[in-house]
Structures are given as C-alpha cells and as structure tokens.
C-alpha cells in the first residue's frame, strides 16, 4: 500500500560512530520527535531536504554520506 | 506513541462513540414514534457539542500527562494526506445531500447524510493517518 523509498541512509550508524548518540537526543537536535527519526531512519518517511542537511550537519558530514539512492 | 499519533487516535475514537451515541438516543426515541417524528435537533447539536468539548478535555488531559510534543514535518504531512483522503466521503455526503434536497427529502434525511460524512470523513482520515504512522509515508 505504501511505496517505500529507494533511499536508504546510514544514521544509525553515524548515531553508533558519534559517541552512541541516542534518537532522543538526535531528533531533539534536528527539532523533530524521536517516533520521526525512528520512522526517518527506518526509511518509512522521507525527511524534507532541511531536514536531511540539518541531520548532515549534526554529524558534520556531506549530505551523500547520510542518504544514498542506488544507481 | 507522540503526542499527535495519539491526538489521531483521539478524534478517530471520538467521532465513532459520539455517532454511536447519537444513532442509540435516536432509535430509542422511535419505539413511540416514527423515525421522522423524532426531534433530533437538539440530539445532533448536543452529540456534537459533547464531542467538541471531549476532544478539548481529553487534549488538555493527554498534553499534560504526555508533554505536547512539537509538530513536525512528519506530523504535518500526514495530517494533510488523511485529511485529504477523509475529504472524499464529505464530497460524496454534500453530492448526496444535494440530491436529497432537489428531491425534496425530509430535511431529517438531509441532516442525518451530512452529519454521516462528516462522521465517516473522520473515521476515514482517522484510518489513514493510522496506516501511515503505523507503516510510514511513501517517498520523496
């Protein structure tokens, strides 16, 4: 029913890689709650384009490093 | 759960146990009368009220126990899609009223449709906007 994205991202492990950053305290950084991170990470929603820079820039990291589409 | 899934869950459950609640005074009210003899004026406007001021009560309620959670782009995202889909019973429900009415029914007749998809636009986008909490928004 619903059309799941071909993105997939890597934030848990850059939540893993910087200092076991919990959701809570990612998505209390990006100002969304911790069921949207959740869903975000899972890839059951696309977050807005801010969204996904703002969640780059946590990890100060280029953009293409937290999302990829496959070719 | 956040904040707004539980909202959701709030206004789906409330809008079935308000109809549910108007239907029952309505047909117990028939048993010495006709249907359409039934005053069911104050019955709808007093269901409806009820069901306002249950839904500010319960909101108040729920932000206080839970913390009011921000809205984000999520939340809002699907709010406007199960609204969006809920839409289509209040088209089907004013088409059908419309009819109703150049066919000169019993204005009881008329109410009690538009009131229905009212109630079954709300179940509807309640449903909805379950699935996509529950099993996430398609794409970007």
Redesign the interface.
């Known amino acids: 029913?619903?059309?799941?994205?071909s993105?997939t991202n890597s934030i848990k492990a850059l939540r893993a890689s910087h200092g076991e950053m919990t959701q809570a305290d990612l998505a209390g950084r990006i100002?969304?709650?911790?069921?949207?991170l959740n869903?975000?990470e899972?890839?059951?929603?696309?977050?807005?384009l801010e969204?996904a820079f703002q969640i780059a820039r946590v990890f100060e990291v280029p953009l293409d490093d937290v999302f990829q589409y496959p070719a | 759960?956040?904040?707004?899934?539980k909202s959701t869950w709030v206004m789906g459950v409330l809008a079935v146990v308000t109809y549910g609640i108007y239907v029952a005074i309505i047909l117990s009210q028939t048993a010495d009368r006709p249907l359409l003899e039934v005053d069911y004026v104050p019955v709808l406007l007093w269901t409806i009220g009820a069901s306002i001021v249950a839904s500010i009560v319960i909101h108040i309620f729920l932000g206080a126990k839970t913390g009011l959670?921000?809205k984000?782009?999520?939340?809002r995202?699907i709010y406007r899609r199960g609204e969006y889909i809920g839409q289509s019973f209040l088209v089907i429900g004013a088409l059908a009223a419309m009819l109703m009415a150049m066919f000169e029914f019993d204005t009881f007749w008329i109410a009690n449709v538009i009131y229905l998809a009212f109630v079954l636009s709300a179940i509807l986008s309640f449903i909805a906007k379950s699935?996509?909490?529950r099993?996430?928004?398609?794409?970007?």
Do not use: C, N
């Not at chain 1, 029913?1 to 994205?5: A, D, G, H, I």
């Not at chain 1, 100002?31 to 949207?36: A, E, M, P, S």
């Not at chain 2, 984000?72 to 939340?75: E, F, I, T, Y």
């Not at chain 2, 099993?135 to 970007?140: D, H, I, M």
């Open positions: 029913m619903v059309k799941p994205t993105v100002g969304v709650t911790r069921q949207t869903a975000i899972q890839g059951k929603y696309s977050p807005t969204l | 759960m956040s904040y707004e899934e959670d921000i984000d782009p999520r939340d995202d699935v996509f909490y099993r996430g928004l398609p794409t970007w």
